[in-house]
């Protein structure tokens, strides 16, 4: 990575750990199943103002079935989110998600086409070293809501792994298809939303979801969009781990939330294992 992009992706990481920081305050606001729903529909409407705000127009899906099978990924990837986050909060939540790129990578790999090379073995072998401390050992013990809280931020991850890999193979390039998986997502959470019952909605939530709103449209298109049509996909997936580090610290940090040690060093083992499988850091191969 060059080191003048540090800034920008520091900045996107930032952006990024604040939008999903926000969702905590639609949680609270609406309930996990509205929040769900409502988070799928944000980001719909974040990148269609970001393609119209910048000249171009969303052209019209082609591909029904890719979007279809988009949307519902997305749309698990959404519902463990905010279920998590409800249940264990956003700090164990951001940590169990870094592991998205350990996903995507085997998604890549079964689908045949990834490489796994060495450095890539041994971030997948690091990573999920990280992430089963994190799952094992849990801060809240094996209480009911703790391990169906962890269990939904994994379904959420494996989710995400599956949309990041998805989205790039079949979809790259095409903002109206995002935007369309986006709406698709959120329409089919809405029932779900009713049946659990919700809540009105509180000031607080709904600006949280004015933010959110606004925050994703800075940051999501150009992470979702365009450093995957420029080839820098692997930088857009760091810079979504490290901005889960920062929604996890702002758990700890303002929200009062804890982790303890295993958690901490799981964390920085998911770290370290999703660098080396997105090929970010240097290895002796490639210092030759």
């Keep these: 990575m060059p080191t003048r992009s540090w800034p920008v992706h520091a900045g996107l990481s930032l952006l990024w750990g604040l939008s999903t920081t926000l969702v905590v305050g639609v949680v609270l606001g609406f309930g996990w199943a509205a929040a769900a729903a409502l988070t799928s529909f944000s980001a719909a409407v974040a990148i269609a103002a970001s393609v119209r705000l910048g000249g171009r127009r969303l052209e019209r899906p ?168 420029a080839g820098q996909g692997a930088h857009a997936g760091m810079v979504k781990t490290l901005g889960l580090v920062v929604a996890a610290l702002a758990g700890v940090l303002f929200l009062g939330e804890r982790l303890d040690l295993g958690q901490v060093v799981g964390m920085v083992l998911l770290l370290v294992g999703a660098a080396l499988v997105l090929e970010l850091l240097p290895t002796r191969s490639r210092l030759r």
Excluded: K
Aim: charged content about 10%; glycine content about 12%; overall charge positive.
């Design 62 to 229: 082609a591909r029904a079935r890719q979007m279809v099978i988009l949307a519902g990924a997305i749309a698990v990837q959404n519902l463990g989110l905010c279920f998590a986050i409800a249940h264990v909060g956003i700090a164990l939540t951001a940590v169990v998600l870094g592991s998205m790129p350990l996903f995507a990578t085997l998604f890549g790999q079964v689908w045949g086409v990834d490489r796994i090379t060495v450095a890539a073995a041994a971030g997948l072998a690091t990573g999920f070293i990280g992430l089963l401390i994190v799952v094992v050992f849990p801060p809240e013990g094996d209480s009911w809501a703790s391990l169906a809280g962890i269990f939904a931020a994994l379904v959420s991850a494996i989710a995400a792994g599956f949309a990041i890999r998805y989205s790039t193979l079949r979809l790259r390039g095409r903002p109206g298809v995002a935007v369309g998986a986006h709406l698709i997502a959120g329409a089919a959470l809405l029932p779900l939303a009713l049946l659990t019952g919700g809540r009105p909605g509180s000031v607080w939530g709904y600006l949280a979801l004015l933010a959110l709103v606004v925050v994703a449209t800075a940051v999501a298109p150009v992470l979702e969009l365009h450093m995957p049509d």
